[in-house]
């Protein structure tokens, strides 16, 4: 059990789960509080055709599934500002229109036959010292942005006309939130893949969420409960010999479901 | 002396106008209740008077054009599992122009718990706000409008969604406000017209203004008598 932590490709496993965790709690909280998680599973979903154009152009998969989820976040994000009333039209079109894109992409790929589950289950078991470098670097930035401009986005999230009233650019900060979203999902899909995306932005921080009496003590438990949602996953699958993401995810579920009961029993002590 | 002036004002969102040749003048200390049917274009009112809207036609003058309004918005139960604390909530208040890098800075935080007192909420600021009662919601909405030290403070609908002894503190807490800033208050609340508004104005479409010392005297109101709201709201519909 301990002898597989001596394997270079598990130890970047669990840096990267716990990276990931992090940036994801972040995230999720912002993503949960401002009801955007439809949106969230859209831009995980367009990042498909980033991942083909990646593959098509001999670009790093990172680079070309950013460059599509932040488009897809800077589309949705205009879209939702100018025709708030269709906007779950528009994000299931650009969520099927980025997926198709990119199973073209790749069968025009020439000799390249890739393994399409890993990218939407997740290959955290194929981490590169460069994806780790990638990672780190991405949550260092989301930290920083989230601490400079916390009063903003906390106002914004909360009550945007008010926060407009008070001189604060509201469109900026929804895109802004939106785009570190799209960021934060593409190295989430490299853990639990582009399909559990989204279990892993909420299923952490519906539990934060109860537990939290702000927004960055939220962000903080939700970063720690994924982490250990994670670190568990991965050896369960290790030691069942089961797909890592999907395992991830079901330990978390069966945590949500364990946490819900606990809670009620305790609701129902205090009754008594 | 006028804080607000509104001359000829005119508002649609669509062909129809919502507001129609509206002649409006808030002075400094009253206490003005808008009232009116819904849909008779009160909240359009305070939109433009915030300037959130902008006129079709007319014009909306301010005594000063930096003069600090505060604004308690309508829905106080918007968010409520969000989580905030009230003391985050007064905060926001701020317009932050000079604020340190991270985070408030002590004078901010300061001035949000001076706020917290003047509306007696501030043993509750660490508390989060979907566990505080309807009314004690409603008075952080007040504290957070009261951070940019307002002259005028607009609060829609102040006590739609709060029980009558919460109600009875929201009025008296801005009776005490009154003494030092401007309220202009929407509502359909026609006891707060009736003890603690100067000056009604009744909106559908057009407005119809009226002091209440003279109306009151109009009415004749004593304890004793037999009083109908229905009555006295169509007397002030009435164009006098």
């Not at chain 1, 997740?122 to 590169?128: D, H, N, P, Q």
């Not at chain 2, 005594?63 to 930096?66: A, E, G, K, Q």
């Not at chain 2, 926001?92 to 408030?104: A, E, L, Q, V």
């Not at chain 2, 600021?125 to 505080?132: C, H, N, P, Q, T």
């Given at each position: 059990m301990i002898e597989v932590l001596s394997f270079e490709f598990m130890q970047h496993a669990i840096i990267a789960g716990i990276l990931v965790s992090l940036a994801s709690g972040i995230i999720g909280s912002l993503v949960v509080v401002n009801r955007m998680v439809f949106l969230a599973g859209g831009i995980a979903h367009t990042a498909y055709g980033g991942i083909g154009l990646a593959l098509f152009l001999g670009i790093p998969i990172f680079a070309g599934a950013s460059i599509f989820a932040v488009g897809a976040a800077l589309l949705m994000a205009f879209l939702t500002l100018k025709h708030r009333h269709r906007i779950d039209t528009f994000i299931g079109l650009i969520w099927a229109v980025g997926m198709a894109i990119g199973v073209i992409l790749i069968d025009l790929t020439p000799g390249y036959n890739v393994d399409l589950l890993s990218y939407l289950f997740?290959?955290?078991?194929?981490?590169?010292l460069d994806d780790l470098y990638y990672m780190s670097g991405l949550l260092f930035v989301v930290i920083i942005i989230v601490t400079i401009w916390y009063r903003e986005i906390l106002s914004v999230s909360y009550d945007s006309e008010f926060a407009s009233l008070m001189g604060i650019n509201v469109p900026l900060f929804y895109t802004l939130i939106l785009v570190i979203s799209a960021l934060t999902i593409v190295i989430a899909i490299k853990v639990v893949g582009l399909i559990l995306v989204i279990a892993m932005l909420t299923i952490p921080v519906y539990i934060a969420e109860k537990l939290s009496k702000n927004l960055l003590w939220m962000m903080f438990l939700s970063g720690f409960i994924a982490s250990v949602f994670t670190v568990l996953g991965l050896f369960m699958s290790y030691v069942f010999d089961l797909t890592s993401g999907a395992t991830i995810i079901l330990v978390s579920a069966v945590s949500l479901i364990l946490f819900l009961i606990f809670e009620k029993f305790q609701n129902r002590q205090k009754l008594i | 002396m006028t804080l607000i002036n509104i001359k000829n004002l005119s508002f649609g969102y669509s062909e129809e106008k919502v507001l129609d040749n509206i002649d409006l003048q808030v002075e400094q200390g009253d206490f003005l209740a808008i009232i009116g049917p819904n849909g008779g274009g009160k909240s359009t009112l305070l939109k433009l008077i915030l300037g959130i809207q902008k006129p079709r036609s007319g014009t909306i003058d301010f005594?000063?054009?930096?003069i600090p309004i505060g604004y308690v918005p309508q829905n106080i139960n918007i968010n409520i599992d969000f989580p905030v604390t009230a003391i985050e909530v007064v905060l926001?208040?701020?317009?932050?122009?000079?604020?340190?890098?991270?985070?408030?800075s002590t004078s901010e935080t300061m001035c949000a718990m001076q706020a917290l007192r003047e509306v007696g909420m501030e043993g509750y600021?660490?508390?989060?706000?979907?566990?505080?009662s309807g009314g004690q919601r409603q008075r952080v909405m007040i504290a957070r409008a009261l951070c940019s030290h307002p002259s005028v403070v607009i609060l829609d609908e102040p006590t739609s969604s709060i029980d009558a002894n919460g109600q009875k503190q929201i009025y008296d807490l801005l009776k005490e406000l009154n003494k030092t800033m401007t309220i202009i208050v929407v509502s359909h609340d026609i006891s707060i017209i009736m003890e603690y508004a100067n000056k009604v104005a009744y909106i559908n479409k057009t407005l119809s203004f009226h002091d209440m010392k003279q109306t009151k005297t109009k009415f004749s109101l004593h304890p004793q008598d037999h009083f109908c709201e229905v009555e006295l709201l169509q007397l002030l519909g009435k164009n006098s």
């Open positions: 997740g290959s955290i078991l194929a981490v590169s | 005594i000063d054009n930096s926001m208040g701020h317009s932050g122009t000079k604020r340190p890098i991270f985070g408030y600021a660490k508390y989060r706000i979907g566990s505080l």
